[in-house]
Nanobody
C-alpha cells in the first residue's frame, strides 16, 4: 500500500511562486508515473504535470502551465515536487498528487490534496 502526503500549498499573490511536495510511503514501481492533477469546484480533475519514476524522468505538462511549472523527483526520498512560478488566479485549485503504474487503466493512488489560492 502506498500513501501520498502533499505539502506546500497556500495563498499567494498573482505572479508569485509556490513549491508543492508529495512524499510517498511504501514501494513504488520503477514502471510508474507520478505527478499532479488539480481540481476546481464543478470541474473534472485536470492533469497538470507528470514525471516517470524510472529512466530519464520524462515529463509532460498541461499547455496552461508550460514554461511556468516544473516537476521534478527525488527517488531516494520517494518525493515528487512541483515548482510553480508566475502563478495566475486561474491556477487556484486543489492540487492532488498521484501515482500510476504503466499497466494500470487509471490512477493507483491519490494524495489528500492541498489547496493553492492565487489572489489577483
Amino acid at each position: 500500500q502506498v500513501q501520498l502526503v502533499e505539502s506546500g500549498g497556500g495563498l499567494v499573490q498573482a505572479g508569485g511562486s509556490l513549491r508543492l511536495s508529495c512524499a510517498a510511503s511504501g514501494r513504488i514501481s520503477s514502471s510508474s508515473v507520478m505527478g499532479w492533477y488539480r481540481q476546481t469546484p464543478g470541474k473534472q480533475r485536470e492533469l497538470v504535470a507528470s514525471i516517470t519514476r524510472g529512466g530519464g524522468g520524462g515529463t509532460t505538462y498541461a499547455d496552461s502551465v508550460k514554461g511556468r511549472f516544473t516537476i521534478s523527483r527525488d527517488n531516494a526520498k520517494n518525493t515528487v515536487y512541483l515548482q510553480m512560478n508566475s502563478l495566475k488566479p486561474e491556477d487556484t485549485a486543489v492540487y492532488y498528487c498521484y501515482v500510476k503504474t504503466y499497466i494500470s487503466l487509471g490512477v493507483d493512488y491519490w494524495g489528500q490534496g492541498t489547496q493553492v489560492t492565487v489572489s489577483s
